[in-house]
């Protein structure tokens, strides 16, 4: 069976070139196609005649087309002898890219866009992608370092997803990698729950660490060339990954966690991550029940 292609978004901003770097060296490393995509809409609500329709459209489809073909230059800079294949298309940046994803390893994306009509990562969009894609995520905020392969674990099944993905960039990149579960916030909902005799900070930090082995249990079999070093941290999630991500090479996320109080990659935190963090950060989306 054909290995699925990494797809990577552009619009011409050294952000998504630096997103094009990421995503060939990670086509070279699972040996398959890098799709280079580029989605561009044509403005509506100008009174008529405002607008030469189609010739903006023509300046849009020549400015694309320059885009992409630099975009495939840096890609075969990163990763001489790989597959790339340019696809340019006229539709809204979202859906475009929602589509690609359906049928795509890993989608790629940068952290900051151009703005105006092929703005690729203005405001909420990738936010937005990271919601509905079919297939993990990334966005390259900054290139990454060295470092290790971070992953948050949350405890439940919807992070398993999230796991696999980080021991297979771990062992692909020849990393070590960093699980981290946050329990603080165990505290809170305990707290709140009216029952404060059950505060006993031991015997959950014992739990925490429990949970986290159950977690990693069979990983570690399956993918004996990676180290790890197992986190269990007292803090608030957000704080607790973005910390760690200073240093490291990739932050591994779920798309959604326990939800409430225990919620380390529901929202905000997956949000945070993606605007703030020092690394470039994957989203994973959890996988069907």
Known sequence: MAVPPVVVGVDGSESALDAVRWAADEARRRETLLRIVHAYQ??????????????????LLAQGKEWLVRAQEVAEEAAPGLTVETVGVQAPTVPA????????????????????????????TAVTLVTRAACPIVVVREPGRDGPVVVGVDGTPASEAAIAFAFAEASARDAELVAVHVWS??????????????????????????????????????????????????DRAT?????????????VVGSRGRGGFRGLMLGSTSQHLLYHAACPVAVVPARPE
Do not use: C, N
């Open 185 to 234: 916030d165990l505290l809170l909902e305990v707290a709140f729950a009216g029952e404060p005799a059950m505060l006993d900070v031991t015997r959950l930090a014992e739990e925490a660490h429990g949970v986290l082995g159950e977690r990693l249990a069979g990983w570690q079999e399956q993918y004996p060339d990676v180290v790890v070093t197992r986190e269990v941290v007292r």
């Open 97 to 124: 890219l929602e589509r690609e994803a359906r049928d795509a390893a890993v989608l790629v994306l940068g952290s900051r866009g151009l703005g105006g009509f092929t703005g690729l990562l203005i405001g909420s």
């Open 42 to 59: 044509i403005p509506t609500g100008y009174p008529q005649g405002f607008v030469d329709v189609k010739m903006l459209h023509d300046v």
């Open 239 to 251: 704080r607790a990954l973005l910390r760690r991500a200073e240093g490291a090479r990739l932050v």
